[in-house]
């Protein structure tokens, strides 16, 4: 055992360094595991420890938590996993041991302690060799699954009420980026995960041989198709009696794409490419603006580049992308025009057909 004088540890800190200090290309990684593991049930114990004696008020720290997180640089839920870990093996021989001599990862070590701890008053009813047996056999995710259902089994008020406490924290959050690009960064409930992963995954197939997308890069594709999609159809509440709407502003040589034309603005956002409003010029509502020192002295009345009618006739005619190899139906479809609008080309049934969210960009923007 390592001694708190720090003897012990100094050896260990010395022995680490040598040992990355080497050249040794390949390891076993099972191995490594095992002692990383079993340090970490280690430090559990100590941080147990700590917390017992009151490690914290020396520097006058409000929490344990606090102190180990702040000495170790370690996050707040971080600290508080290691001193779950920590109380509960100490009733918990067996499994101590089974993570200390690599029959069980730490991972698989925490999952079990929490269950523990959840049960509180009805803990006596967690088995500890049962439930070591299903660590050994199962995988993590497996592990964490059994011990959610056997949570429900003993306690489903108190499963519920974790589940709501959990559904407080549900956020989302979109920034916009310094090259103009946005960040989603969110945590979901299981059923809203679940309904956004299921609408994902069934418009995130391949669209043919010449897609190479990757996963992720199709995923993201997906949500813009859904945002598109409930924009396109109009059922989206009214703000300030206005359809939402994302509004581009742009002068006659950007519409044009000509040469030392300034890029397109767009709203929320920064400023883009008037090769892409060649694209969104194929099917916009479009208005308008005359200025004159700065100021605007008329705005046209707003007509949409597809009439109603038009389009109407398009989806009868065309049933969906027309991109060899895609089957995305009318709705998920927006008309391009095969000779740019943008450049002059004509805005007629001829000229038009319909093309998916993905292959419309592709054959604009490549």
Same mark, same amino acid.
């Given at each position: 055992m390592l001694g708190e004088g720090g003897t012990d540890l100094a050896g260990l800190e010395s022995t680490v360094r040598d040992f990355l200090a080497g050249d040794e290309l390949s390891v076993d990684l099972k191995r490594l595991r095992v002692v990383i593991d079993s340090l970490e049930g280690y430090f559990a114990a100590q941080a147990r420890q700590v917390r017992r004696v009151g490690g914290n008020r020396a520097d006058g720290s409000a929490?344990?938590?606090?102190?180990? $997180?702040?000495?170790?640089?370690?996050?707040?839920?971080?600290?508080?996993? %290691?001193?779950?870990?920590?109380?509960?093996?100490?009733?918990?021989?067996?499994?101590?041991?089974?993570? %200390?001599?690599?029959?069980?990862s730490y991972q698989a070590t925490s999952v079990l302690c929490h269950l523990r701890e959840q049960l509180g008053d009805e803990r006596e009813l967690f088995v500890e060799d049962e439930m070591l047996e299903h660590a050994r056999n199962h995988?993590?995710?497996?592990?964490?699954?059994?011990? +959610?259902?056997a949570r429900h089994v003993v306690d489903p008020d108190g499963f519920f009420n974790e589940a709501e406490a959990?559904?407080? #924290? #549900?956020?989302?959050?979109?920034?916009?980026?310094?090259? $103009?690009?946005?960040?989603?960064? !969110?945590?979901?409930?299981?059923?809203?995960?679940?309904?956004?992963?299921?609408?994902?995954?069934?418009?995130?197939? #391949?669209?043919?041989p010449e897609d190479d997308r990757s996963h992720k890069q199709r995923m993201a594709d997906s949500m813009s198709d859904l945002v598109h999609h409930a924009l396109d159809q109009g059922t989206l509440p009214r703000r300030n009696g206005v359809k939402p709407h994302v509004s581009l502003t742009t002068t006659i040589e $950007?519409?044009? &794409?000509?040469?030392?034309?300034? =890029?397109?603005?767009?709203?929320?956002?920064? =400023? *883009?490419?008037? +090769?892409?409003?060649?694209?969104?010029?194929?099917?916009?509502t479009m208005s308008r603006v005359l200025l004159a020192d700065s100021m605007v002295i008329d705005v046209g009345r707003a007509t949409r580049t597809v009439s109603a009618p038009m389009r109407r006739a398009l989806g009868? +005619?065309? %049933?969906? /992308? #027309?991109?060899? $190899? /895609?089957? %995305?139906?009318? &709705?998920?479809?927006? =008309?391009?025009? *095969?000779?740019?609008?943008?450049?002059? !080309?004509? &805005? &007629?049934?001829p000229n038009l057909v319909l093309l998916c969210f993905f292959h419309h960009r592709l054959v604009h923007e490549g």
């Open positions: 929490s344990v938590v606090t102190w180990i $997180g702040r000495t170790c640089g370690m996050s707040s839920s971080s600290v508080a996993d %290691r001193l779950c870990v920590g109380t509960q093996l100490e009733s918990l021989p067996k499994i101590a041991e089974a993570l %200390r001599t690599g029959q069980i995988s993590v995710a497996s592990l964490r699954y059994l011990c +959610r259902v959990d559904y407080s #924290r #549900r956020k989302l959050e979109i920034s916009l980026m310094a090259d $103009g690009m946005h960040f989603i960064e !969110g945590v979901l409930d299981p059923e809203a995960g679940s309904a956004l992963k299921t609408a994902l995954d069934a418009l995130a197939k #391949r669209r043919g $950007g519409l044009k &794409n000509e040469v030392g034309a300034p =890029p397109v603005d767009l709203e929320l956002s920064l =400023p *883009i490419s008037t +090769r892409t409003l060649e694209r969104i010029a194929c099917d916009c009868k +005619r065309d %049933r969906g /992308c #027309r991109f060899p $190899g /895609c089957d %995305r139906q009318v &709705n998920w479809s927006t =008309p391009h025009h *095969i000779d740019f609008w943008a450049r002059g !080309g004509p &805005n &007629n049934l």
